[in-house]
């Protein structure tokens, strides 16, 4: 059974940090395209970075600067380090799995998902 499962998130200040990690069964992990999506009330499905098999790493320009994604497959856990956040940047943040090559800014594009966790930047 394929389980991603996030964890990490939780209230904090404007300018504050976060880092929310995924741990992922149930499928090769190491070959597989990992990504972090993020949903806001009210809003669609936003990607907010991706990371390859071999550790390159891509962001949606809002974060470039902010946030940083890495991944570890020996635990097998992708992380999200999110510093100088902002009230905006409040949403469920998801993890996702592709057993492609790519990463795709498309959330159709994933295999699997995690059931998501709460960040809220707020004073």
């Known amino acids: 059974e394929v389980q991603l499962v996030e964890s990490g998130g939780g209230l904090v200040q404007p300018g504050g940090s976060l880092r929310l990690s995924c741990a992922a069964s149930?499928?090769?992990?190491?070959?597989?395209?990992m990504s972090w999506a993020r949903q806001a009330p009210g809003q669609g499905l936003e990607w907010v970075s991706g990371?390859?098999?071999?550790?390159?790493?891509y962001y949606a320009d809002s974060m470039k600067g902010r946030f940083t994604i890495s991944r570890d497959n020996a635990k097998p856990t992708v992380y999200l380090q999110m510093n100088g956040l902002k009230p905006e940047d409040t949403a469920v943040y998801y993890c996702?799995?592709?057993?492609?090559?790519?990463?795709?800014?498309?959330?159709?594009?994933?295999?699997?998902w995690g059931q998501g966790t709460q960040v809220t930047v707020s004073s």
């Open positions: 149930g499928f090769t992990f190491s070959s597989s395209v």
């Open positions: 996702a799995g592709r057993q492609h090559r790519l990463v795709s800014i498309y959330g159709y594009d994933y295999d699997y």
């Open positions: 990371i390859y098999s071999d550790g390159n790493t």
